[in-house]
């Protein structure tokens, strides 16, 4: 069969989902996998502490494994950590080292419980600051291609926005180094935001290995349910299928006030629109 022109080949779909996702306080994260898991989701994309310095280490893995299997979910992959003063691409050389040793313990993290890859941002600023900027990322993940051979877990660089900013960073780190040591995540609400569907389609699918998949109006990064914005979902699924993408898809939503305090009903409700957009 065809879509948008693409020859693609339908298949089962199975659905992921991000852990991150309440606004305010959160409930118990062993309760939270659980809800997720009874809405049908199988896999989970660990999102939890992206903003923070704390380390997992072996302890924070174990727990962490045990709370997957009461739920009955899998690891898919994990979100890297970014916080302001901790990012590999920093001219700070302490915040850079810092971002390194958190991303080593993710991986470890991640690899730990099955997971495959890693999400990493690019960095900020533009023209001579960005490409500063990105030769110290470069810099900085060539240091971890030892751990993401140890762990079998590749790093995924994630599109952003403005536009011009993925033009730079993601080429130039998808040729600077191996696919079996990075590959790239799939934003579509950041995609929808820039408008860059067209070239990250052509330059940065063919390295797909994670899919952040939420919805937007085209003015800000909302992560809403699929179809209550203005991303093309059938072109979406046109590309993914295009491609051959085979792990489940994942979800990067937020219970915001527009879908109420009901978690259940919530994730029911996002299970829901995953199947009717994505399947």
Same mark, same amino acid.
């Given at each position: 069969?065809?879509?948008?022109?693409?020859?693609?080949?339908?298949?089962?779909?199975?659905?992921?989902?991000?852990?991150?996702?309440?606004?305010?306080?959160?409930?118990?994260?062993?309760?939270?996998?659980?809800?997720?898991?009874?809405?049908?989701?199988?896999?989970?994309?660990?999102?939890?502490?992206?903003?923070?310095?704390?380390?997992?280490?072996?302890?924070?893995?174990?727990? $962490?494994?045990?709370?997957?299997?009461?739920?009955?979910?899998?690891?898919?992959?994990?979100?890297?950590?970014?916080?302001?003063?901790?990012?590999?691409?920093?001219?700070?050389?302490?915040?850079?080292?810092?971002?390194?040793?958190?991303?080593?313990?993710?991986?470890?993290?991640?690899?730990?419980?099955?997971?495959?890859?890693?999400?990493?941002?690019?960095?900020?600023?533009?023209?001579?600051?960005?490409?500063?900027?990105?030769?110290?990322?470069?810099?900085?993940?060539?240091?971890?291609?030892?751990?993401?051979?140890?762990?079998?877990?590749?790093?995924?660089?994630?599109?952003?926005?403005?536009?011009?900013?993925?033009?730079?960073?993601?080429?130039?780190?998808?040729?600077?180094?191996?696919?079996?040591?990075?590959?790239?995540?799939?934003?579509?609400?950041?995609?929808?935001?820039?408008?860059?569907?067209?070239?990250?389609?052509?330059?940065?699918?063919?390295?797909?290995?994670?899919?952040?998949?939420?919805?937007?109006?085209?003015?800000?990064?909302?992560?809403?349910?699929?179809?209550?914005?203005?991303?093309?979902?059938?072109?979406?699924?046109?590309?993914?299928?295009?491609?051959?993408?085979?792990?489940?898809?994942?979800?990067?939503?937020?219970?915001?006030?527009?879908?109420?305090?009901?978690?259940?009903?919530?994730?029911?409700? $996002?299970?829901?629109?995953?199947?009717?957009?994505?399947?």
């Amino acid at each position: 069969p065809t879509l948008y022109g693409k020859d693609v080949q339908r298949r089962p779909m199975s659905y992921s989902f991000t852990s991150d996702f309440h606004v305010g306080p959160e409930p118990t994260r062993p309760g939270q996998l659980e809800h997720i898991a009874a809405a049908g989701f199988r896999r989970l994309h660990w999102c939890w502490d992206w903003t923070a310095t704390n380390r997992y280490g072996p302890d924070g893995t174990a727990r $962490a494994r045990g709370w997957l299997a009461e739920a009955g979910l899998e690891l898919g992959d994990t979100h890297g950590t970014c916080p302001g003063e901790a990012r590999e691409w920093s001219a700070d050389p302490e915040q850079a080292a810092l971002g390194v040793v958190l991303h080593t313990d993710r991986l470890r993290f991640t690899g730990g419980l099955g997971g495959d890859a890693l999400v990493i941002h690019p960095p900020e600023g533009e023209g001579a600051e960005l490409e500063a900027a990105l030769e110290r990322q470069i810099a900085a993940l060539t240091d971890l291609v030892p751990v993401v051979e140890e762990t079998g877990v590749r790093l995924a660089i994630e599109n952003i926005w403005p536009a011009s900013r993925n033009a730079v960073v993601i080429p130039a780190l998808l040729s600077a180094f191996d696919p079996d040591h990075l590959g790239y995540c799939y934003d579509s609400g950041h995609a929808n935001k820039a408008g860059d569907l067209d070239w990250l389609v052509e330059h940065a699918f063919p390295r797909l290995i994670v899919t952040h998949l939420h919805d937007n109006d085209g003015t800000g990064d909302q992560h809403l349910l699929p179809g209550d914005g203005t991303v093309d979902w059938a072109r979406v699924r046109a590309e993914l299928a295009a491609v051959g993408y085979q792990k489940p898809l994942n979800l990067e939503v937020v219970m915001s006030e527009r879908y109420g305090s009901d978690e259940e009903a919530f994730l029911a409700l $996002a299970h829901a629109r995953a199947t009717e957009q994505l399947g």
